[in-house]
């Protein structure tokens, strides 16, 4: 190929590529060149914006991230309260079993013969003599006899549970009275042991109690209101000489009065402890002379 072709073959090329060069800008597009150009530049950002996204993400605070906040727990109330529920219905069924327990000790769901063995089938039942012929009972005899005694059975078992759950729940309630007692005159009472063994002893008379086993099995009376009633005007008493004591000077060590003393060495003693006596402290003296003059004006 000669130079004359050459440079013509070179204009050639250099026409197509303004050819091409007007088109693509007729249609918007830019230069390839600079297109490539762009994307490199594209690519540092994007690289730049993601070594940026990973340095604020290690200084970034988890304890800090709201996604990752401790929620408040709305199901907390229903389920604390379904707890105690349980609670107190493990407690009762603690107390109807204890109770059965020492008001039938021998019980037994089944039906048991003069040896203690189960009779469970009419045939059971044809192994002893009818009393009423004083032969072996009859298939039709024994089949009568079965079923009568299941019957009873299911009376004696219906009687019972009402007795076990009646005496219970007089057992719980007073237990539960005596928990009142004790968190509302439970310091006044702590100050005087020997009126709490009197008041005590007093509402012990009101009590039925079950002779055999000791179980309380009636308490006519609140024991709470009585011993409401009974430290009223102790705790009058008392109001009035917390309203007249001076403030006490916390720089100096506290003694313990005669009675707190006393305390200390019983104050495991339960409020249910009853024992006769009269009041011969003489603190206790003074809250008695408090309660006379209460009553007689």
């Known amino acids: 190929m000669n130079a004359d072709d050459t440079s013509q073959a070179q204009d050639q090329v250099d026409d197509w590529a303004d050819v091409e060069a007007d088109f693509l800008a007729e249609k918007g597009v830019d230069n390839v060149d600079d297109k490539g150009a762009d994307e490199d530049v594209s690519k540092?950002?994007?690289?730049?914006?993601?070594?940026?996204?990973?340095?604020?993400?290690?200084?970034?605070?988890p304890n800090e991230?709201?996604?990752?906040?401790?929620?408040?727990?709305?199901?907390?109330?229903?389920?604390?309260?379904?707890?105690?529920?349980?609670?107190?219905e493990a407690d009762n069924k603690a107390m109807r079993a204890d109770v059965q327990k020492e008001l039938y000790p021998d019980w037994s769901d089944e039906i048991l013969d003069g040896d203690g063995d189960p009779i469970k089938t009419p045939r059971d039942v044809m192994a002893h003599t009818n009393p009423a012929t004083g032969k072996r009972f009859?298939?039709?005899?024994?089949?009568?006899?079965?079923?009568?005694?299941?019957n009873h059975k299911d009376t004696q078992r219906a009687e019972r549970d009402e007795r076990v759950s009646q005496i219970s729940d007089t057992m719980i309630d007073q237990r539960d009275q005596a928990d009142q007692v004790k968190s509302e005159f439970g310091d006044l009472l702590a100050k005087l042991p020997n009126l709490r063994k009197e008041i005590f002893a007093d509402y012990k008379a009101t009590l039925v109690v079950d002779k055999e086993t000791g179980l309380i099995i009636n308490a006519p009376v609140s024991m709470y209101k009585f011993f409401e009633r009974a430290l009223r005007p102790y705790a009058e008493y008392a109001k009035q000489l917390q309203t007249q004591a001076p403030v006490a000077d916390k720089s100096k060590p506290v003694?313990?009065?005669?009675?707190?003393?006393?305390?200390?060495?019983?104050?495991?003693?339960?409020?249910?402890?009853?024992?006769?006596?009269?009041?011969?402290?003489?603190?206790?003296d003074a809250w008695a002379k408090a309660a006379k003059e209460y009553y007689e004006g």
């Open 65 to 88: 991230d709201t996604d990752l906040e401790q929620k408040a727990d709305e199901g907390a109330p229903q389920r604390q309260y379904r707890q105690v529920q349980r609670e107190i």
């Open 138 to 150: 009859t298939e039709e005899e024994a089949t009568a006899w079965l079923f009568a005694a299941q």
């Open 44 to 61: 540092v950002s994007d690289q730049d914006e993601a070594a940026k996204s990973a340095t604020d993400a290690e200084k970034t605070d």
């Open 255 to 284: 003694q313990k009065t005669t009675a707190e003393v006393k305390q200390i060495h019983q104050d495991r003693e339960d409020i249910h402890s009853a024992s006769g006596g009269s009041i011969t402290d003489p603190e206790e």
